[in-house]
């Protein structure tokens, strides 16, 4: 069994920074790439970043320049820095992860930005 455990969310006023956490636990044995996707009330869920092995990234392009994505590969974790958030970003972010070709998420986390 492999869990994914997101943490972080919150309500941040717009201009606002937050940092997602999410741990993954279990029977792992090789991490193709871990990430964060976003689904905001009435929209699809959608790729905000990923980090693949060897470092290369993924950005959304409507979080390019604002969001940081980064990895521990010794704890198995994967991190998301949002800075100058907006209320456009107001979301459930998830974490997820690949290995062997399958697609691990996490529960959710809400974020929440106030205008």
């Known amino acids: 069994q492999v869990q994914l455990v997101e943490s972080g969310g919150g309500l941040v006023q717009a201009g606002g920074s937050l940092r997602l956490s999410c741990v993954a636990s279990?029977?792992?044995?090789?991490?193709?790439?871990m990430g964060w996707y976003r689904q905001a009330p009435g929209k699809q869920r959608e790729l905000v970043a990923a980090?693949?092995?060897?470092?290369?990234?993924n950005y959304a392009d409507s979080v390019k320049g604002r969001f940081t994505i980064s990895r521990d590969n010794k704890q198995n974790a994967v991190y998301l820095q949002m800075n100058s958030l907006k209320p456009e970003d107001t979301a459930v972010y998830y974490c997820?992860?690949?290995?062997?070709?399958?697609?691990?998420w996490g529960q959710g986390t809400q974020v929440t930005v106030s205008s």
């Open positions: 980090m693949f092995t060897g470092g290369s990234t």
């Open positions: 997820t992860m690949r290995s062997f070709g399958r697609d691990y």
């Open positions: 279990g029977s792992i044995f090789s991490i193709n790439s």
